[in-house]
């Protein structure tokens, strides 16, 4: 049975820095793209930036400079470490898991993913 587990999420102030974390169990996080996607209330689910299974890196413009994905294949935990935070930010952050590296290219859509987690709440207040 898989499972995608995230947390570190929580309140910060602005300009501030969160580390979310996505715990996998179930499968091999090596061989699989990882993307981590928000949602904001009232608004639709964005892909923010993933990774394929070799490293190569996709960003969406509000990411640029920001946040960085990273994964740990020993631990099978991916990462999202967001900096400069801004309120625009506040959304519940999702981890997805594809086994295809095609899933993570300059377009991020969930459709592609197979495997999510429940979400973490992060709240930016200004």
């Known amino acids: 049975q898989w499972q995608l587990v995230e947390s570190g999420g929580g309140m910060v102030q602005a300009g501030g820095s969160l580390r979310l974390s996505c715990e996998v169990s179930?499968?091999?996080?090596?061989?699989?793209?990882v993307a981590w996607f928000r949602q904001a209330p009232g608004k639709e689910r964005e892909g923010v930036l993933c990774?394929?299974?070799?490293?190569?890196?996709n960003y969406a413009d509000s990411a640029k400079g920001r946040f960085t994905i990273s994964r740990d294949n020993v631990k099978n935990t991916v990462y999202l470490q967001m900096n400069s935070l801004k309120p625009e930010d506040t959304a519940i952050y999702y981890c997805?898991?594809?086994?295809?590296?095609?899933?993570?290219?300059?377009?991020?859509?969930?459709?592609?993913?197979?495997?999510w987690g429940q979400g973490t709440q992060v709240t930016v207040s200004s």
């Open positions: 997805a898991a594809s086994l295809y590296d095609t899933a993570c290219s300059r377009w991020i859509f969930p459709h592609e993913f197979d495997y």
């Open positions: 179930g499968f091999t996080l090596d061989s699989y793209a």
């Open positions: 990774a394929t299974s070799n490293s190569i890196t």
